[in-house]
């Protein structure tokens, strides 16, 4: 079983920034595909962002354009999610997800694209 692994999330005050990390395990684990989604308090779980292998199809939720960068780096296996100008409303346990299959633009944005998950890591945004 494929486990990721995030880190980065914290406490921050309004404005600020925090970059979350998420590592795949293994020279094998090859991910098409690598996204974040979050969960917040008292609400269903929500797509952020995503990006295919190459980087060039990236995808944002729309509360988030202009303000995350969803960035990876294929030699360490790892996505980035560079967050700026956070707001109490970015609260929640941010989790990361990856597919190894090749996966259409239209279905990024859907929690069941994904195979693998982590944890999560929790961002608290305070206003």
């Known amino acids: 079983q494929v486990q990721l692994g995030e880190s980065g999330g914290g406490l921050v005050q309004a404005g600020g920034s925090l970059r979350l990390s998420c590592a795949a395990p293994g020279r094998t684990f090859s991910p098409y595909l690598m996204g974040w989604f979050r969960q917040g308090p008292g609400k269903e779980r929500e797509f952020v962002a995503a990006?295919?292998?190459?980087?060039?199809?990236?995808h944002y939720a729309d509360s988030v354009s202009g303000r995350f960068t969803i960035s990876r780096e294929n030699a360490k296996n790892t996505v980035y999610l560079q967050m700026n100008s956070l707001k109490p409303e970015d609260t929640a346990l941010y989790y990361c997800?990856?597919?190894?299959?090749?996966?259409?633009?239209?279905?990024?944005?859907?929690?069941?694209?994904?195979?693998?998950w982590g944890q999560g890591t929790q961002v608290t945004v305070s206003s």
């Open positions: 997800a990856a597919n190894t299959a090749y996966s259409g633009s239209y279905y990024y944005t859907q929690s069941t694209t994904y195979r693998y």
């Open positions: 990006i295919s292998w190459s980087g060039d199809s990236r």
